[in-house]
């Protein structure tokens, strides 16, 4: 399966605990590394709202061809890198406009 930037994927995302549990995530890696390394960075989504000042609330307006079930939120803290193998479904994607909002807070996140 081809995986691009901007794609909502759905993974048994690994936390930095250690533990791991399927959620939906955005790859935000771009195609080029991608295609290269065969593997993904990865942010997660999830409807737990805490840590207000990392998150980027995310509404089904924001997607194409995907629609979320419940409230959810892109942790803009909480990234992974992974091997484009073990993405086991593509769902969507994010609308450009939103994925470089999410790139923003990711960046002021982290750095």
Known sequence: MKINQRDIVSVNFIFPDG?????YAIVVSNNELTELEGFVYLVLITSKDYHSEYYFELSNDML???????????KCHILMAT????????????????FEQIKEKIISSIF
């Open 83 to 98: 091997i484009d193998t073990i993405i086991s479904i593509k769902v969507g994607q994010i609308k450009k406009v939103y």
């Open 64 to 74: 194409l061809n995907f629609q979320l079930d419940k409230k959810s939120y892109v």
């Open 19 to 23: 533990s791991a549990k399927p959620h």
